[in-house]
């Protein structure tokens, strides 16, 4: 049984379209993330969160933007979509900043921009 | 340039063969995890190592982490179809406020 939740799973939408994906987290974590992954690259950092109202950028330029109003909901949302925003995105959280904690990963959503 | 580096990028084995995977760096980390991600799903933790020489074992697979703490090997034993999927080890570093930096995977199939 999931904790975390992505949606959608797939997504396919139009160049210049708004889109917002979700991410919800029912174990009560402070930290959230979002990674773009990308067929045989590693996982890129885009955007994290420590907590309600803390947003930081990650370590790979993006042109979407999240939020955090609510400890369990870290949506991203991209104003408008582009081709090269083709990705998975996943969305992960944390019990704590201490380095021995892992992450939980949601399912992930595929985005496919035509 | 990649912080981490992982080998083989992929690798087809028989059911029942030994194998080991590798997750390298020139830099120090904290700790080290490893997590397996299989098709249309997110990566699931399989364990944590964060002394140097540290060995940990789960099951058929057993972790090690070098004592330098720069590097990482993952060997599984008697490889079952079940082991396929991609194998991603994450660093962190002190102070880095538990952000994960991901290598890019080695790509297990086992068949049958």
């Known amino acids: 049984e999931a904790d975390i939740y992505q949606t959608p799973r797939y997504l396919v939408i139009g160049t210049g379209k708004k889109i917002t994906l979700e991410c919800s987290q029912t174990m009560g974590h402070d930290k959230m993330y979002w990674y773009q992954q990308d067929p045989g690259m590693e996982l890129h950092l885009i955007h994290y969160?420590?907590?309600?109202?803390?947003?930081e950028k990650g370590d790979l330029s993006s042109e979407s933007t999240v939020s955090r109003i609510r400890t369990e909901h870290f949506p991203l949302t991209l104003e408008s979509a582009r081709p090269s925003h083709t990705s998975q995105y996943l969305c992960?959280?944390?019990?704590?900043?201490?380095?021995?904690?892992?992450?939980?990963f949601g399912s992930g959503t595929r985005l496919t921009v035509v | 340039t990649q912080l981490l580096e992982q080998s083989p990028q992929f690798l087809s084995i028989q059911e029942g063969e030994n194998l080991t995977v590798y997750c390298n760096s020139s830099?120090?980390?904290?700790?080290l995890q490893w997590y397996r991600q299989e098709p249309g799903e997110g990566p699931v933790l399989l364990v944590t190592v964060v002394t140097g020489g540290e060995v940990k074992k789960l099951k058929r697979l057993t972790f090690q982490f070098g004592d330098a703490r720069k590097d990482s090997s993952l060997h599984i034993t008697a490889a079952q179809p079940g082991d396929t999927g991609l194998y991603l080890c994450?660093?962190?570093?002190?102070?880095?406020?538990?952000?994960?930096?991901f290598g890019a995977g080695t790509r297990l199939a086992v068949h049958p």
């Open positions: 994450a660093g962190t570093f002190s102070g880095g406020y538990n952000k994960l930096i």
């Open positions: 969160s420590y907590g309600v109202n803390s947003t």
């Open positions: 992960a959280s944390s019990e704590s900043t201490d380095y021995l904690f892992g992450y939980t």
């Open positions: 830099s120090v980390f904290s700790s």
